[in-house]
């Protein structure tokens, strides 16, 4: 549930989630750019949201960091970030992080 990323507007509001705080789009934005799913692959990008969720005691990304730490998870390089990922709704700023969250789902799942 917490990592359907195939979709950029799902993309789009993943991010804006986890850049504000949202744990479970931290999480789900990190596993999107660790897989090169909806998003080029960045290893960097994924670190950086996969911390971000870590840091506020997400037990998976915890567990990936530490393992990728370890040299267990395998590194495939730094690529570019979000690209063309644009905000085009003046809405969308006015929304909280988990509803932001429930609109990448409802995105993903073509609802949205």
Do not use: W
């Amino acid at each position: 549930m917490y990592h359907t990323c195939m979709n950029v507007t799902a993309i789009k509001y993943y991010k804006m989630s986890a850049d504000k705080g949202f744990v479970y789009a931290q999480y789900s934005l990190g596993f999107c750019f660790f897989q090169g799913k909806g998003v080029p692959e960045d290893t960097a990008m994924a670190v950086k949201y996969y911390r971000l969720a870590a840091e506020q005691g997400h037990a998976v990304s915890q567990q990936f960091l530490q393992q990728f730490y370890e040299g267990i998870t395998d590194e495939t390089g730094v690529k570019e970030g979000l690209g063309g990922v644009q905000q085009d709704s003046s809405r969308d700023d006015e929304l909280d992080p988990e509803e932001m969250f429930s609109q990448a789902e409802s995105y993903f799942s073509g609802s949205g």
